[in-house]
């Protein structure tokens, strides 16, 4: 499923994110461990929403640039900087720029990556998952 790049359209974009969560592919989701949709992509601000099964995970990774994880459903478990940080539902995790982390969700999550790009290249990828 391709992603949505949603520019903003006007001074104001609304997002109902329990309904976007309906967007995800759960046949991809099943088949490849983790699915991916692009909520908003205008210039440096890009809004992804991410879903792990239950078993997921996400290998060991860096960004460019900080990056805020919101969870709107399920559970999760990041690993950064030698400490765990279990989220649920409402929770916000923000990890500065360079921080190496993984993630793993033992019964299924969905969340909302934010990343706002500060560098010149907006065009190269923010997250370096393998």
Do not use: W
Not at 28 to 57: F, I, Q
Not at 86 to 102: M, P, Q, Y
């Amino acid at each position: 499923m391709s992603s949505m790049n949603r520019m903003i359209e006007g001074e104001v974009l609304v997002h109902h994110l329990p309904q976007d969560e309906l967007i995800i592919d759960r046949e991809l989701l099943a088949a490849r461990g983790r699915t991916a949709r692009t909520l908003v992509k205008e210039g440096p601000l890009r809004l992804v929403l991410m879903a792990l099964p239950p078993g997921g995970d996400l290998p060991t990774h860096s960004t460019d640039e900080p990056v805020t994880i919101h969870v709107t459903d399920g559970e999760i478990v990041f690993r950064a900087v030698e400490r765990e940080y279990r989220l649920v539902k409402g929770d916000v995790l923000v990890f500065a720029a360079g921080v190496e982390h993984s993630a793993a969700s033992e019964n299924g999550c969905v969340f909302l990556l934010t990343v706002v790009r500060t560098n010149s290249d907006s065009g190269s990828q923010a997250e370096h998952l393998p």
